[in-house]
């Protein structure tokens, strides 16, 4: 070999060492802290919060992002706005974007399709939680210009600039450039992973929406989500009731997950890549609930936005009584609600009372194809007031939703490829280890 081809091999051996893909091996995992937005490790966590203002603030995103996929599902309008509520309440990732990298926390959210931050330029957006991202000072950062060929973007003109819009649940339009961002996944094990994705840089709020995070991780199966360069993610969450639970982690790709560990069930999609799954059934403890199958005709939302799971009326009120039913609630001050909050079944007491978590039995919802998703007593009730637990589970007539809360101590992974979502029950603090 000559001195001039030896010294291109060496070149391209480095090149190799030093570039990251944006679609790593197979083998390469990626995995992240996840921070829940009303925790104590969160930059957004107010103490003056209690824990009636954080339910009260739960059920309000839960009912808000029903009546959005609701929405979606029937919206035959064409237009920029792509009509989204992000949930007020969630998991963040911590993500370096740009160069030089700046971190911001994003919400995670398995039901949006895009990518977007709160720019340096945005009216009435939140500054106080940290450095805010300036894509005019990013070397990596490349904005698109007109013709616009994404979807959700239009071109202004005037700027021959691609932006985009998005409406809320209160009716309240944010504005952003759309473009594309260098964004960093920073692994717990092994080297960190940058990847180029399509990223909306919202320049106006009209009004302060009051947002928990710094912008959205779209997750859906969609063209403009990060999911469109990878083939698998999951996500692992614990006690949503403890504020100082640390345990939270996202993963990125990896091997394929191992089938005898876990249950899984079909996905489709929706016209923005929400998941979509099939309820066949619900169970308390080894006996099934008696519900009409034909209530489960429509399929339900699995996402990682939505804290309570939002069920069809029939389903609800039969789950209601079959728990309220329960002997052991006897030893329980039922909590009696009127009006608007009558379906509410609520009790004296602590989630952390022993006796409840011993006598409550596991809720398991039941998929197409065998899947089941097994609920302990701190995924189906929560703490509503400091001495008040309610059911997790919320009868509408909007979209139905497999919320978070219930997917607590699993490892939800979206087999991209398959479209396949696998529940394996866990200790979410094993994945650090293994």
Known sequence: MTPTSFFAF????????????????????????????DSVLSPFYNPNDTIEDRAKRSLTSSYLRSAHFQYRTNDQLEGPSTDLYPSSAGFLVKIPMGQPPIPQYLLIDSG????????????????????????????????????CYRPKSFCNWHEHSCEFGMSYGDGTTVLGYMGTERVIIESLQGPNSSWDIPLGC??????KVGLHYQGILGLADHTLSITNQIRRFSYCVGNLGDPLYGSNFFILDGDKYNKSFSSSTPYTLNDDGAYQVKLDGVSIGDRKINIDPNVFGKQFIIDSGTPYTMLP??????????????????????VKYTGNL???????????????????????????EGADLVVDPTGTFYQAKANEICLGMVPVEGAFIIGIMVQQFHNVVYELEEKRIYFDPMDCSWLIYN
Request: glycine share 2%; aromatic share 14%; proline share 6%.
């Open 10 to 37: 060496l070149l391209l051996l480095t090149a190799l060492a030093t570039s990251t893909s944006s679609i790593p091996s197979k083998s390469q995992r990626f995995i992240t802290n996840l921070i829940h937005s």
């Open 342 to 368: 009558s379906w509410k079944l609520c009790y004296s007491g602590k989630l952390t009372n022993s006796f409840f978590q011993k006598s409550m039995p596991t809720v398991t919802f039941h998929f197409a």
């Open 202 to 207: 919202v320049f106006s709020i009209p009004v």
């Open 112 to 147: 949006s399709p895009l990518a977007w931050v709160e720019c340096a330029m945005c009216q009435n957006c939140e500054k106080s939680h940290g450095p805010v991202y300036d894509h005019r000072m990013s070397s990596t950062y490349v904005q698109s210009k007109c013709p």
């Open 313 to 334: 009326p029939a389903a609800y009120y039969a789950i209601r009584e079959a728990v309220s039913s329960l002997s052991f609630w006897g030893l329980f001050r039922k």
